[in-house]
T-cell receptor
């Protein structure tokens, strides 16, 4: 089945630094990738939708200058958390799909801890 | 918020029993999907039901969809301890997937 690889699986960083998370579709071309954020025991909240070769569409309340998304190819999207603060600590999950009416395939998530 | 509501929030049952989770949503949809998440992991797609379908089966899973009530249900029959996880519905209106609040299922052996 379709595989989405997300890296790193966990990262600990100091406040004020930036962290980049990669999301790759390994065996299919992902025209659209989605980035979600999940707090403990809560649901996934959509942060942004990225389409290859165009600017990401951010959900209301998500700071686009803080969460930089780049979808440079059909198999790679990156999320950079800039100037991270402790309140950015969360579980970030990417997902990808090849086309409309296709299910999403999820990465295993990245647990970010900002100290 | 566009997020759907799921109930119950948590469900504890014994192995062999059936588990039913319900999902209600607010907007029109292209399809509705159910996902499973083990603690601290990514999500696994379980089943997709299109807006013109009313019921779908996959193994021990049965999903219903009532677009007039904007609701869906997931039934897991003959549950197993390995079914312990969080289950989320997600509504797809073509351009994005919005998740419900989730149901935490615990199946005791």
């Amino acid at each position: 089945g379709a595989v989405v690889s997300q890296h790193p699986s966990w990262v600990i960083c100091k406040s004020g630094t930036s962290v980049k998370i990669e999301c790759r579709s390994l065996d299919f071309q992902a025209t659209t990738m989605f980035w979600y954020r999940q707090f403990p025991k809560q649901s996934l909240m959509l942060m942004a939708t990225s389409n290859e070769g165009s600017k990401a569409t951010y959900e209301q309340g998500v700071e686009k200058d803080k969460f930089l998304i780049n979808h440079a190819s059909l198999t790679l999207s990156t999320l950079t958390v800039t100037s991270a603060h402790p309140e950015d600590s969360s579980f970030y999950i990417c997902s990808a799909r090849g086309g409309v009416n296709s299910p999403l395939h999820f990465g295993n998530g990245t647990r970010l801890t900002v100290t | 918020s566009q997020q759907g509501e799921e109930d119950p929030q948590a469900l504890s049952i014994q192995e062999g029993e059936n588990a039913t989770m319900n999902c209600s949503y607010k907007t029109s949809i292209n399809n509705l999907q159910w996902y499973r998440q083990n603690s601290g992991r990514g999500l696994v797609h379980l089943i997709l039901i299109r807006s013109n379908e009313r019921e779908k089966h996959s193994g021990r899973l049965r999903v219903t969809l009532d677009t007039s009530k904007k609701s869906s249900s997931l039934l897991i029959t003959a549950s197993r301890a390995a079914d312990t996880a969080s289950y989320f519905c997600a509504t797809d209106n073509t351009d994005k997937l919005i998740f419900g609040t989730g149901t935490r299922l615990q199946v005791f052996p």
